[in-house]
Nanobody, 120 residues
């Protein structure tokens, strides 16, 4: 039904920057929340940033001031600009979106994940 396609991950030196993109496609009536989560080895998946349909952005304390989430509703795409990257940012980053395929039918979709590795 709905696919989330991610891009932008890779290997970067500490202090560098990466920009992640995630585009939703398929049978979409409306998308409410979109955001990014990450999971490091041996750790629980955690929130990085979310962006609601109403334009409200939220960030984890660990990335606040360094990461910026943005959204293009016309393209059903969410972005994550990551600056001043640190080794502790190393993780698999997952795109997430709550999608209504019908007026009253919604489901949380996840992307396949993209690896971000930050070297010391």
């Amino acid at each position: 039904q709905v696919q989330l396609v991610e891009s932008g991950g890779g290997l970067v030196q500490a202090g560098g920057s990466l920009r992640l993109s995630c585009a939703a496609s398929g049978t979409i009536f409306r998308i409410t929340d979109m955001g990014w989560y990450r999971q490091a080895p041996g750790k629980q998946r955690e929130l990085v940033a979310t962006f609601t349909a109403g334009g409200s952005a939220n960030y984890a304390d660990s990335v606040k001031g360094r990461f910026t989430i943005s959204r293009d509703n016309a393209k059903n795409t969410v972005y994550l600009q990551m600056n001043s990257l640190k080794p502790e940012d190393t993780a698999i980053y997952y795109c997430n979106a709550e999608v209504f395929t019908l007026k009253t039918w919604s489901y949380n979709y996840w992307g396949q994940g993209t690896q971000v590795t930050v070297s010391s």
